[in-house]
């Protein structure tokens, strides 16, 4: 289509249908429709070796081994335990190294894989579980307590058969186990296409409660492809190491980590959860290259260098990724003089996009300081505005609105949230506020969505105010973002006492505490006599926002 139009090179904006085109060279997809995303990294030829370290115990997986174990893994869940194509799996762990072998060999059935973050409640969790109706869960002993309700059969990752916990589930298998067993032939291998469903991860959209992103296989080839043409050994290295810092749970961690990376023959050293002094012992320890990580730690690398380089040899270090919000000018050229040698990489994406939809891929890129980067391959970008849906041109402000490859299905068994954020034409509204430059370059200017970014995690406000307002002394509720350097944003919420109450402030954040997982939790809260709304009832966040920011 692009071959057929006239783009303008520099932005890559053709005037004839106001739509933005990528400058990067498009991603090759496979022509064969019968193939699953774990077919199609298996089958890509690198010089890889070893495939993941645990960073805490040393233990490696090669690729060699991380095969053998998805088919053995696959050849259990289809014999003994039934699992076949269109099931739904749930996945409650930590990162390790065993998580990516789960995921390829669930979705090498043609199953479907749903993750969802170890800190979230019981409650958090179970109402994934009432929406996505898996068939079977896999999680480790610390977090059989978070499952107690579901009555799911389970298979533990790691531990050993004498150590099994007391426990009112079903224990069916441990996952060390599956490993061992034998791949057969003969068990019933189901035909999978580029168009079946591969993943099912909650997303809170635009808007409102957490929804299932339904992906396909073709969105996350597709997102392999770019992933691997993204990063790319430079002349001067015989492999690619990696920190995994960043939740594979998350699109970006199961994107890169689980997926995307694997078919590179990178090197992944696995931290099973964030811990600053581990992470810079593990870039030392196993020369790693690439460290992924959000903006706070960014921050931090930065403020203590002079103790960190001390303590640490960071001298392998080549490339850092940043995503969730835009770096500073003051951030990108702190960190470059603190870290010479080191290039910063930005990227821009969203569960709906299946990871990224745009990056900067060298210093030079980055250097158009608060971007979010260019459009990934094969990605086509419209700048639309909100209120009268005019399509505009370059250097103009609307909501940025994507299509391409990686785009996601729809929203799961929500026929209006997909309408609402996919048009007809595959047309994927972002809910950002952007602009693109005349060079092509994206720059998020604001949220249409009422999401609050707290360290990368995704926070609803109406999921917090549904709450809320199931509390005897709370008559209303408003939740805001507020501003903080260290975390981004944190949640902040305006209350309405009903009549007679005293409700305290600490009562308030209590209550809401106990229920949600540490990032959602509210972190300041005021009282007023009444919520500002529109004549429609939509809560004006931007009055209330301007309120709680006028007294800093």
């Known amino acids: 289509m692009a071959s057929q139009i006239t783009v303008d090179s520099r932005s890559g904006f053709c005037t004839s249908n106001s739509t933005f085109y990528s400058k990067r060279n498009p991603i090759p997809l496979p022509s064969t429709h019968s193939i699953d995303v774990t077919t199609f990294i298996s089958s890509r030829a690198h010089q890889g070796k070893i495939a993941f370290i645990d960073a805490a115990t040393g233990r490696q997986l090669s690729f060699s081994d991380v095969w053998r174990a998805v088919e053995s893994v696959a050849t259990s869940l289809s014999l003994d335990m039934g699992i076949r194509k269109g099931h739904v799996v749930l996945l409650l762990s930590p990162n390790s190294i065993f998580f990516p072998i789960i995921c390829l060999a669930v979705m090498s059935l043609g199953a479907v894989i749903t993750t969802t973050n170890p800190l979230n409640t019981p409650r958090e969790i179970g109402k994934q579980i009432s929406d996505s109706k898996p068939v079977l869960a896999f999680t480790v002993?610390?977090?059989?307590?978070?499952?107690?309700?579901?009555?799911?059969?389970?298979?533990?990752?790691?531990?050993?058969?004498?150590?099994?916990?007391?426990?009112?589930?079903?224990?069916?298998?441990?996952l060390e186990e599956m490993m061992k067993k034998a791949p057969s032939q003969t068990r019933f291998k189901e035909r999978v296409t580029q168009d079946d469903t591969a993943t099912l991860l909650y997303s809170s959209g635009t808007t409102g409660a957490s929804k299932g992103v339904v992906s396909s296989h073709r969105n996350l080839i597709a997102m392999v492809q770019t992933v691997v043409g993204r990063f790319r050994l430079d002349d001067d290295e015989e492999t690619q190491t990696f920190i995994c810092t960043v939740p594979m749970f998350h699109i970006y961690g199961l994107a890169a980590f689980a997926t995307g990376l694997l078919a590179s023959g990178s090197t992944i050293v696995v931290l099973s959860k964030f811990e600053m002094d581990e992470m810079l012992s593990s870039i030392n320890k196993y020369r790693a290259s690439y460290l992924p990580l959000v903006p706070p730690i960014l921050v931090a690398l930065i403020n203590f260098a002079n103790s960190i380089k001390n303590k640490y040899d960071l001298s392998s270090l080549k490339k850092v990724l940043s995503?969730?919000?835009?770096?500073?000018?003051?951030?990108?050229?702190?960190?470059?003089?603190?870290?010479?040698?080191?290039?910063?990489?930005?990227?821009?994406?969203?569960?709906?996009?299946?990871?990224?939809?745009?990056?900067?891929?060298?210093?030079?890129?980055?250097?158009?300081?608060?971007?979010?980067?260019?459009?990934?391959?094969?990605?086509?970008?419209?700048?639309?505005?909100?209120?009268?849906?005019?399509?505009?041109?370059?250097?103009?402000?609307?909501?940025?609105?994507?299509?391409?490859?990686?785009?996601?299905?729809?929203?799961?068994?929500?026929?209006?949230?997909?309408?609402?954020?996919?048009?007809?034409?595959?047309?994927?509204?972002?809910?950002?506020?952007?602009?693109?430059?005349?060079?092509?370059?994206?720059?998020?200017?604001?949220?249409?969505?009422?999401?609050?970014?707290?360290?990368?995690?995704?926070?609803?406000?109406?999921?917090?105010?549904?709450?809320?307002?199931?509390?005897?002394?709370?008559?209303?509720?408003?939740?805001?973002?507020?501003?903080?350097?260290?975390?981004?944003?944190?949640?902040?919420?305006?209350?309405?006492?009903?009549?007679?109450?005293?409700?305290?402030?600490?009562?308030?954040?209590?209550?809401?505490?106990?229920?949600?997982?540490?990032?959602?939790?509210?972190?300041?809260?005021?009282?007023?006599?009444?919520?500002?709304?529109?004549?429609?009832?939509?809560?004006l966040r931007k009055d209330l926002i301007k309120l709680a920011t006028s007294k800093l």
């Open 141 to 174: 002993t610390e977090l059989l307590p978070k499952l107690a309700d579901s009555n799911l059969p389970v298979v533990l990752i790691g531990g050993d058969s004498s150590s099994t916990p007391k426990t009112n589930l079903r224990i069916v298998s441990r």
């Open 323 to 539: 995503g969730g919000a835009p770096l500073s000018r003051e951030v990108i050229e702190g960190f470059v003089e603190k870290y010479p040698g080191v290039t910063i990489l930005q990227g821009y994406g969203l569960t709906e996009s299946t990871g990224i939809g745009a990056s900067t891929d060298s210093l030079e890129e980055s250097r158009k300081y608060g971007t979010a980067g260019l459009l990934s391959p094969s990605m086509e970008a419209r700048i639309v505005d909100p209120d009268s849906g005019e399509l505009l041109p370059v250097n103009r402000t609307g909501e940025l609105w994507l299509r391409g490859p990686c785009i996601m299905k729809g929203y799961f068994s929500n026929e209006e949230a997909t309408a609402s954020t996919l048009d007809s034409n595959g047309w994927l509204r972002t809910g950002d506020l952007c602009y693109i430059d005349d060079d092509g370059f994206i720059f998020v200017v604001d949220r249409l969505k009422e999401l609050i970014k707290y360290k990368g995690y995704q926070v609803p406000p109406a999921e917090l105010e549904a709450l809320l307002l199931t509390h005897p002394e709370v008559a209303d509720a408003a939740v805001i973002p507020f501003p903080d350097k260290d975390v981004g944003q944190f949640p902040m919420v305006y209350v309405v006492r009903k009549t007679g109450s005293s409700i305290s402030e600490n009562a308030v954040m209590d209550f809401v505490g106990k229920q949600v997982a540490p990032y959602k939790r509210i972190r300041r809260v005021a009282f007023v006599a009444s919520i500002p709304k529109n004549p429609s009832g939509k809560i």
